[in-house]
Each structure stands twice: as C-alpha cells, then as structure tokens.
C-alpha cells in the first residue's frame, strides 16, 4: 500500500504561480503512475494531470495546458505539480493518488490511495 501527502497549497493572486509536492511511502512508488486531481465543492474530483511511472508520459486536462507541468522523482518518491499563470477558476482541493497501471487514465475511480489534499487558493 502506498500513502500519499500533498503539501504546497496556499493563497496566491492570480498570475502567481505555486508548486505542488506529492510525497509517497510505501510500496514501490515507482511502478505507478501518479495523477493529480482536484475538486471544489459540489463538483466532481476532476482529472488535472498524470505521469507513467518513468516520467516520459504526461497526460493533461485542457484548462491546464501550457500552464501546468507535472513531474516525478522517484529517488524522492515524489511528484510535482508546478502551476504558473494561475487563474481563479484554478481554486480547489488538489489530490494526487496512485494507479498501478502503466497507463494514463482521465477518471478518478482508475486510481486509489489518495492523499488528503492540499488547498489552493486563486484571488482575481
């Protein structure tokens, strides 16, 4: 079983930019890929971004193209999450969780082990 931590959260204007960590214990964190998600209030958890295990696949969500950059350490067992030219619409709980697969999927019932979030805060 692997255990997720999110940290990096915070309030920022927008324009700003914030990098997210996602900080793994565990199994080997390095045959999973990672996705991050995010969720507001009343809204589905909804995909964001997600890397392969190596690192040479990223998969994004079309509100975060060009902005986002998701990365992985896995001699950290960690990933990232680098948000520039946040944007207000960009406010919620941002998650990362596992899925023990080789492939990048769009769906959150795909992955599991969940981290308890970490919130971001986007003022216009």
């Known amino acids: 079983q692997v255990q997720l931590v999110e940290s990096g959260g915070g309030l920022v204007q927008a324009g700003d930019s914030l990098r997210l960590s996602c900080a793994a214990s565990?199994?080997?964190?390095?045959?999973?890929?990672i996705g991050w998600f995010r969720q507001t209030p009343g809204k589905e958890r909804e995909f964001v971004a997600g890397?392969?295990?190596?690192?040479?696949?990223?998969l994004y969500a079309d509100s975060v193209k060009g902005r986002f950059t998701i990365s992985r350490d896995n001699a950290k067992n960690a990933v990232y999450l680098q948000m520039n030219s946040l944007k207000p619409e960009d406010t919620a709980v941002y998650y990362c969780?596992?899925?023990?697969?080789?492939?990048?999927?769009?769906?959150?019932?795909?992955?599991?082990?969940w981290g308890q979030g970490t919130q971001v805060t986007v003022s216009s």
């Open positions: 969780a596992v899925r023990p697969s080789i492939r990048i999927e769009m769906t959150r019932y795909e992955y599991g082990s």
């Open positions: 565990g199994r080997t964190f390095s045959s999973y890929t």
């Open positions: 890397i392969s295990w190596s690192g040479t696949t990223t």
